[in-house]
């Protein structure tokens, strides 16, 4: 504290100067226990509030599209009814894998010379 005090009175009054001391590395330091894994009831009590608000706005932004009733709109919901096929077929746990698998463009090993043609003022 005497040292603090110190410079303190030799610097700016409007500037706190605060001495660290880093700590030495704790040998054989306890790891972290891993939290306990969320019940059934836990996970779908902390999953549905956020999964209802999902699907309320994906319910409102079909309700918009439908009201426009334009060709775009039709295409738009075309595309999310297949993606929401796809969200909702049963089987297995990688529904967000599929979905962004349909939503990507396939991989082009040549796209850094697409890219560069693309644009001529790009430099990679």
Do not use: C
Not at 35 to 56: K, N, Q, V, Y
Not at 64 to 93: I, K, N, P, Q
């Amino acid at each position: 504290m005497a040292e603090l005090a110190e410079l303190s009175d030799r610097t700016d009054a409007t500037r706190l100067v605060v001495l660290v001391t880093p700590l030495p590395p704790i040998a054989n330091a306890p790891v972290p226990e891993t939290p306990p894994a969320l019940t059934d009831a836990e996970l779908a009590g902390r999953e549905w509030p956020a999964l209802r608000a999902s699907i309320i706005d994906i319910a409102a932004a079909l309700d918009r599209l439908d009201a426009t009733g334009g060709s775009e709109s039709a295409r738009v919901r075309a595309e999310a009814e297949a993606l929401l096929r796809t969200l909702l077929a049963a089987g297995d746990a990688d529904r967000a894998e599929r979905l962004l698998e349909q939503l990507s463009r396939p991989y082009d090993p040549a796209w850094r010379k697409r890219f560069a043609a693309d644009n001529p003022d790009e430099s990679l």
